[in-house]
């Protein structure tokens, strides 16, 4: 009898590929519904959950390809140190000059993860509308190095323009979301040990199939139309 032979491979574990198609789901959820702006206070229910729900799933994504880039040069640069914090990461190591985009998004990641607690005032009108008066972040409750101003009547981050208060997280948080990634990703694989052309996977997104990138202008050109029939029932 012969002698079997058995042969050994090994992988690293990158999730970054698998939430791909998840984000478009939520994005394609988006789609369906239908944009409908939430006030000061607030997103509603299905805007403000679809879209914090991709939101996370992006930053997951990206920390993920950025843990498989420090694999790859850890291998090849064994001893080297480099930082574990994504934004400076991409700032020391990688050398991207919109490496605040990115600590903006996990500012909001964090935002939504940790729930930071804001305390919204606000009084309702004579036709039952809320009324905004003031939002105030909760000492000890939020990460954020760098705090909005307190007289803000919508907190967002300085840069890109994100909301801070998690129930007011919508599908144009998300756009910014998107392109920040893009952008990242890009000069990403410009940069990384082992490129890959990651933002060409392809997703479905209702009835398209389209490369990841172009998700982002999918959902844009969707909020133009909203806008556009918004405008025309106006007058």
């Known amino acids: 009898m012969g002698v079997r032979r058995t042969s050994s491979d090994s992988m690293i574990s990158v999730v970054a590929p698998y939430l791909q198609q998840p984000i478009a789901d939520f994005v394609t959820e988006l789609i369906v519904r239908g944009f409908q702006p939430g006030d000061r206070l ?8 679809y879209s914090a729900a991709a939101i996370l799933l992006l930053a997951a994504m990206l920390e993920s390809m950025l843990q498989r880039d420090r694999y790859f040069l850890g291998q090849s640069n064994r001893g080297l140190r480099v930082s574990g914090d994504s934004s400076k990461y991409l700032k020391e190591t990688l050398r991207y000059r919109r490496h605040s985009h990115v600590r903006e998004l996990f500012d909001v990641r964090n935002a939504l993860a940790h729930n930071h607690m ?13 009324v905004h008066r003031r939002s105030t972040l909760t000492p000890g409750s939020h990460r954020l190095q760098i705090q909005p101003n307190q007289n803000a009547r919508i907190p967002r981050t300085r840069t890109v323009k994100f909301n801070l208060v998690p129930s007011r997280i919508d599908r144009t948080d998300l756009v910014k979301a998107l392109d920040v990634c893009n952008h990242a990703f890009t000069h990403l ?15 479905v997104c209702g009835k398209q199939r389209l490369p990841f990138k172009e998700l982002v202008e999918v959902l844009r050109n969707e909020l133009k139309q909203d806008d556009s029939h918004e405008s025309s029932s106006r007058k």
């Open 42 to 49: 607030s997103a509603n229910f299905h805007e403000n959950g």
């Open 118 to 130: 804001w305390e919204v005032k606000y009084t309702l009108s004579s036709i039952g509308n809320r």
């Open 189 to 203: 694989y410009r940069k990384e040990q082992r490129p890959v052309q990651f933002l060409a996977n392809r997703v």
